[in-house]
């Protein structure tokens, strides 16, 4: 079972940035798509970005395109999301997650093992 953690979360101003990291705890990591949700007090949890299997493709909402960038490092068996610009509306909890199959999507039901999140805060 892979588990994976969080870190880079925190406090930043708006029109600060943030990179967050997802490391995995197996080599498992590797053969699939990974991605970033986030999920704010009183929403739903939303898609923010995904990233295949060898980085060669990539996908963001649409209300951070252009802001973040996700990547990977399948030796370091870790995730990246790096978030410039950022916004109050981008608070929440950022959560790392990770599917077998090698296909983006934004369904949170598509990912199968996720993280326990980091906090992300924008102060105005």
């Known amino acids: 079972q892979v588990q994976l953690v969080e870190s880079g979360g925190g406090l930043v101003q708006a029109g600060g940035s943030l990179r967050l990291s997802c490391a995995a705890s197996?080599?498992?990591?590797?053969?699939?798509?990974m991605a970033w949700f986030r999920q704010a007090p009183g929403k739903e949890r939303e898609f923010v970005a995904t990233?295949?299997?060898?980085?060669?493709?990539?996908s963001y909402a649409e209300s951070v395109k252009g802001r973040f960038t996700i990547s990977r490092d399948n030796a370091k068996n870790t995730v990246y999301l790096q978030m410039n610009s950022l916004k109050p509306e981008d608070t929440a909890v950022y959560y790392c997650?990770?599917?077998?199959?090698?296909?983006?999507?934004?369904?949170?039901?598509?990912?199968?093992?996720w993280g326990q999140g980091t906090q992300v805060t924008v102060s105005s």
């Open positions: 997650a990770g599917r077998f199959m090698n296909v983006l999507g934004s369904a949170p039901s598509r990912y199968v093992y």
């Open positions: 197996s080599r498992t990591f590797s053969s699939g798509a």
């Open positions: 990233i295949t299997r060898t980085g060669g493709s990539t």
